[in-house]
């Protein structure tokens, strides 16, 4: 048995080795970059107009208006001083332009511009190299892109980005008790939901499964079907049967197969029988089968894994100090994550904190970690990890 620390040291200390390939900027949203990026070429490319209005050579209040310019328009007008041009947002500027005035401040009246108010230098003008300059860098390897990231890549004319692989995921749920949601069962079966809740919680971080199966509590299945699941993917995620049941075989069909244990049980509440293994370049994470115990040890072990392995710097879920709503004392006999709920800067925890229970943590947004025997007085700071 370790301790929550060490396994999680143990995960931080996989050597890894990252892939990458190009993903269109349609895709690529959550990837981490692959190599640094530098501009192509300065943005904006050209000083253009913040403005609907009139581009103003020379700082008057009355302007001779020679023509107009509209947003993409490449013709070049020139100005002279006293001169002025209708213009509109993101249209590019004449070169001799010292302000934009926007319209709501001036009038006309035929070729003449009247402005209410005096024009300041530089007004209104985007310039050219404002946002990025030609072969800076834009960012670094590892950077993980987010939306305004794919904007800022797209502004660049860049089609497709070089990122670190995500990896190939595998689900496999066991139990001889488990019924498909939607299917026939009868006494003592119950549906299975292990699976819906760790592929929700892939999707939740970018990632998604490529084959979910089910597997009957029986040694030869079990050890088969972890074959045919190891033949296709880079992590695989397994729940129930890693406990200490007749009828839990899941680690001795892992060795079987040629997984070699990084860490089994650990000193927690919920996932006390989480497993973790390696065959050279895959892992294997098995997750205790009660509900509430996979999910927990999703968010807390196995979502770092599948950041590091897509390349990100900064993994897992961040965790943040909230004042208890009200006293708790930790009597579980072990360090929990418990179920709970943060509101209004507060956090509470939950009722139903069983193994078991799932709806708790459904209702709940946080998993507070609450040391073995610790006891809070209400106000006491809680370090949660926010899980919706
Ligand atoms: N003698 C001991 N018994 C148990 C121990 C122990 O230390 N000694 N540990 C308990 C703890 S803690 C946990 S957690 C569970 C984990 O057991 P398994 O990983 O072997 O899980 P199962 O026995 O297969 O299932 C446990 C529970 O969860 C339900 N389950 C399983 N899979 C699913 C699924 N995909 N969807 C919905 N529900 C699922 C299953 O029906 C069981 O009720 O072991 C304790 N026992
Ligand atoms: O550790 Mo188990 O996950 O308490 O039920």
């Known amino acids: 048995m370790v301790s929550i620390e060490e ?13 990458s390939e190009l993903k269109p900027l349609e895709e690529a949203l959550g ?11 300065d943005v904006p490319e050209f000083d253009n107009s913040a403005m609907d209005g009139y581009a103003l050579c020379g700082l008057y209040q009355e302007y001779q208006l020679v023509g107009e310019v509209a947003a993409g328009d490449s013709n070049d007008i020139s100005l002279k001083d006293g001169e002025a041009v209708r213009i509109f947002t993101g249209a590019r500027v004449p070169k001799e332009a010292t302000a934009v005035m926007m319209q709501e401040k001036t009038s006309v009246k035929e070729n003449t511009l009247f402005l209410d108010e ?37 502004s660049l004319g860049m089609e497709k980005l070089e990122v670190v692989s995500k990896p190939t995921i595998n689900i496999i749920s066991t ?13 003592g079966q119950i549906y299975e939901s292990n699976s819906y809740a760790i592929s929700g ?74 497993y973790f293994g390696r065959k050279e370049n895959q892992f294997v994470f098995a997750l205790p089968g009660n509900p509430a115990s996979s999910l927990t040890c999703f968010y807390v072990y196995v979502l770092q894994l599948l950041q590091r392995l897509s390349g990100y710097e900064n993994v897992g879920l961040t965790t943040y100090q909230f004042p208890i709503k009200h006293a708790y004392k930790n009597t579980f006999g072990r360090p929990s994550f418990l179920k709970a709920a943060v509101i209004d800067g507060q956090v509470e925890v ?15 947004n946080a998993l507070a970690f609450v040391d073995d025997g610790e006891a809070l007085n209400e106000g006491d700071l809680v370090r949660c990890k926010l899980i919706s």
Do not use: W
């Not at 939950?350 to 943590?361: A, E, F, N, R, V």
């Open 31 to 41: 990837y981490a970059l692959a190599t640094n990026t530098a501009a192509p070429f």
């Open 118 to 154: 005096m024009p300041k230098a530089g007004q209104n003008i985007r310039k050219k190299g404002g946002q990025l300059i030609q072969g800076r860098e834009v960012f670094e390897q590892g950077h993980i892109l987010n939306p305004p990231s794919l904007a800022l890549m797209g």
């Open 350 to 364: 939950l009722d139903g904190q069983g193994s078991s229970m799932i709806q708790s943590m459904a209702k709940g």
């Open 175 to 187: 139990g001889n008790e488990l019924v498909k949601p939607g299917q026939p069962k009868t006494e």
């Open 7 to 19: 396994a999680l040291r143990i995960i931080e200390d996989q050597k890894i080795d990252l892939e």
């Open 201 to 274: 919680a892939l999707q939740q971080f970018g990632f998604q499964h490529h084959k979910k199966t089910q597997i009957k509590d029986d040694f030869e299945a079990t050890k088969a079907g972890i074959k045919t699941a190891l033949d296709s993917c880079d992590v695989l995620i397994i729940s129930g049967g890693i406990s200490v049941g007749d009828y839990d075989f899941v680690k001795q069909s892992l060795e079987e197969n040629g997984v070699n244990e990084l860490f089994y049980k650990v000193f927690q509440k919920p996932g006390k029988p989480l």
